[in-house]
């Protein structure tokens, strides 16, 4: 089985989707773990308000995960037919089409993680802040959302 160019970039834009929401969940997850561990240090009662608001920044990766699979499956590599031949300048499209969910994922989940932080510090003053540090941490989230939009509207558009 000879992989072509084509079936290479192909790979190349799932991975992008998936490592870049990878590691900005784990940055952003990393970010928000720390202020956490200062909060729960004082007061270990809120760990469970603490675990969601260092959880927030985790969904970035999902989002990378089904971008990796929604552009293997348009492609056809998970058909299980076989590696399908793809042309160099369609696989290029799945590659671009990886870019926006990924560098989406990568930057939102990095600051989601600075506002879930700063949130979990909220909360540690006052747990009727709780809502509102869910919410101003779900505002960062938004751009990683727009992200999978763009590369869903981008892999529908391949071949059209």
């Known amino acids: 089985m000879e992989l072509s160019i084509g ?14 929401g990878f590691c900005g969940s784990a940055i952003g997850m990393g970010n928000a ?34 971008g990796a699979f929604l552009i293997l499956n348009f492609s056809g590599i998970l058909g299980g037919s076989g590696t399908p031949d793809i042309d160099m300048v ?3 499209q799945y590659l671009i089409a990886g870019i926006p969910i990924g560098i989406a994922g990568l930057l939102s989940g ?3 993680g600075s506002v879930a932080a700063a949130g979990a510090l909220m909360i540690a003053k006052d747990e009727a802040n709780m809502g509102k540090a869910i919410v101003i941490s ?6 990683a959302i727009f992200g999978v939009l763009i590369s869903f509207i981008l892999l529908i ?4």
């Open 7 to 20: 079936v290479a970039l192909v790979f190349a834009g799932a991975a992008i989707a998936a490592v870049f």
């Open 33 to 66: 773990g720390k202020a956490v561990a200062g909060v729960l240090s004082e007061k270990p009662e809120l760990f469970s308000k603490m675990l969601l608001m260092q959880a927030l920044p985790g969904s970035q990766g999902i989002y990378g995960l089904v």
């Open 90 to 92: 369609t696989g290029l």
């Open 110 to 112: 990095i600051y989601q």
């Open 138 to 143: 779900a505002m960062v989230e938004t751009w």
């Open 157 to 160: 558009s391949i071949g059209a």
